[in-house]
């Protein structure tokens, strides 16, 4: 992994373009991130796949995306089902934990089943982000709940039933943001909880999820531990509380670095991410210039940060087992659930 850069890229569109092509050769980043504008039909995003893995050498080259289901998911139908929002699942916990456990796993499989049939191997999923009444709903429904005791428990059987379709998770936002008043992607917003508030709540969350593989960082200023720069560009916030705190070992990236909460440069940006503390940068937006800025700024995946990068891809363990009947199982748990009937 000697030649590999410690990030993880996006592209303009539904083809890999011929500079394109000459970027990902010469800088051979980790990873590939696909939004909507890159989707089209499965065997167009398949040939995609496999063409970023030839490009950059590598067979086993993450490509990731975000596919939580509800708002943010890049794959709909026709062609992918209709999977909602974790706010649905997250109904079922006052009635029936179990129900929603199971419904949460499902949801996991269900769409894991789907991604690794593209060769998709990495979801930007699950949440675990609190539903705070007040704040911004860039969260909102997102959200496994209210508590702790129920984000944990979901958004942990969510994470299991995506690593047994053989797709590893990145949890986001760590250190927590849920309490956010304003949208990362359009400006930097600050949460003026207390420490203590914050460690028995949105820390004690990640804490009990400690154990997945990768983690994103959230764009959020914690005033109460470092007023002075957001959790993905603050040493004290990733060297006190995500490594200490919260007992996160695994590979940690940024946000998207292209969001308007972040100031400076992109290469100044990138810099400062990894001088905080994060493992890889992640740039999406597919801005050619924005991504050399990026690709600059990233030093080689060695060290501690390739260790975990390896392990983070190893986590994922693929249960071959008959998912016949999943989808009716998943939807009957739901349709009790106070919420929008599902497809």
């Not at 958004?155 to 936002?173: F, L």
């Not at 990236?253 to 493992?279: E, I, N, P, V, Y």
Request: hydrophobic fraction near 45%.
């Amino acid at each position: 992994m000697d030649q590999t850069r410690a990030f993880i890229t996006g592209i303009a569109g539904l083809t890999i373009s011929q500079q394109e092509v000459a970027f990902l050769d010469a800088t051979r980043p980790w990873g590939l991130i696909l939004f909507a504008r890159n989707i089209d039909t499965p065997d167009q995003v398949k040939s995609l796949v496999r063409a970023f893995r030839d490009i950059v050498g590598r067979p086993d080259a993450p490509v990731l995306i975000d596919q939580e289901g509800g708002r943010v998911r890049r794959l709909r139908p026709p062609h992918w089902r209709d999977v909602p929002a974790a706010g649905l699942i997250a109904a079922l916990w006052s009635g029936d934990r179990a129900a929603a456990e199971r419904a949460a796993w499902l949801s996991g499989r269900l769409i894991g089943e789907e991604l690794y049939a593209l060769g998709i191997t990495v979801d930007c999923f699950p949440v675990a982000d609190l539903l705070i009444t007040g704040a911004h709903d860039i969260i909102g429904d997102r959200a496994y709940g209210e508590t702790p005791e129920a984000v944990i428990a979901l958004a942990g059987a969510a994470a299991a039933g995506m690593r047994a379709s053989g797709v590893s998770t990145i949890v986001k936002h760590i250190p927590g943001h849920g309490r956010a008043r304003a949208d990362s992607h359009l400006e930097l917003p600050t949460v003026s909880t207390p420490r203590d508030q914050l460690a028995a709540t949105d820390f004690a969350t990640f804490a009990g999820l400690s154990d997945l593989p990768m983690a994103m960082t959230a764009h959020v200023v914690y005033a109460a531990i470092d007023a002075a720069a957001p959790a993905t560009t603050s040493a004290t916030v990733i060297g006190d509380i995500i490594r200490g705190e919260i007992g996160f070992d695994g590979l940690l990236m940024s946000d998207d670095l292209s969001m308007k909460a972040l100031s400076g440069t992109m290469g100044a940006r990138t810099q400062a991410a990894f001088a905080a503390g994060c493992d890889m940068a992640l740039h999406c937006n597919g801005d050619m210039a924005e991504m050399e800025a990026v690709a600059d700024a990233t030093p080689q995946l060695v060290g501690e940060p390739a260790r975990r990068a390896v392990d983070a891809l190893a986590w994922a363990r693929r249960a071959e087992e008959d998912c016949a009947g999943l989808w009716d199982e998943f939807t009957s748990l739901l349709s009790s659930a106070d919420g929008p009937a599902i497809a």
